[in-house]
């Protein structure tokens, strides 16, 4: 098993997006690479602690890449809005890829450069790429969010739409129990 970490705006979206995929084993929301250790949520959320609202993925290399973890990434968030998704805002929703080794580092860096010289988006992407310092884990309430509280206003138009456009362009590699 591996893992990945990244940042795309509200980790409640992130992890609904990678949690269903074949060879995702295990998506933990949490903080990562900011400034003081083992972070609340509202520290986090008043935006003074420097962390970034991410999702860490434990996968098998074996049945899904880091290329396509990537790919899944790029495809379901706006990587050229800094501190921002919709109508999240502040540094700690930033888009970025927080690698684990050198390898991880080069394919993140190769595809927004690919994206970028295609000029995929209007603007250029400002998703960050660095190395990943820390990770904690979030709240006990904040993991699994989506599948345990789609009904939630939030979940049903912020969140919804995000796995819906999982299911209709990765459907391919989803766990067949989902699809």
Not at 8 to 31: P, T
Not at 45 to 58: D, N, P
Not at 80 to 106: A, C, F, K, M, P
Not at 133 to 140: C, I, L, M, Q, T
Request: aromatic residues 12%.
């Amino acid at each position: 098993m591996e893992l990945a970490t990244f940042g795309a705006g509200c980790f409640w979206c992130v992890e609904a997006v990678f949690q269903d995929l074949q060879g995702v084993q295990k998506v933990v929301s949490g903080y990562s690479n900011g400034r003081i250790a083992s972070p609340t949520y509202r520290e986090v959320c008043s935006g003074l602690t420097g962390h970034a609202e991410v999702i860490q993925i434990t996968y098998d290399p074996k049945v899904i890449s880091y290329a396509e973890l990537l790919e899944v990434f790029w495809k379901t968030h706006d990587p050229t809005t800094l501190n921002r998704q919709g109508n999240d805002t502040g540094t700690q929703y930033r888009s970025g890829v927080y690698y684990h080794n050198d390898e991880q580092r080069r394919l993140a860096e190769e595809y927004k450069q690919k994206l970028n010289d295609a000029q995929a988006f209007d603007k250029p992407i400002v998703t960050e790429i660095e190395p990943l310092k820390s990770f904690y884990p979030a709240e006990n309430y904040h993991q699994n969010y989506y599948k345990q509280n789609g009904h939630e206003p939030y979940c049903q138009f912020v969140v919804r739409p995000k796995v819906q456009k999982v299911q209709a362009v990765f459907g391919d590699k989803l766990k067949k129990a989902t699809v």
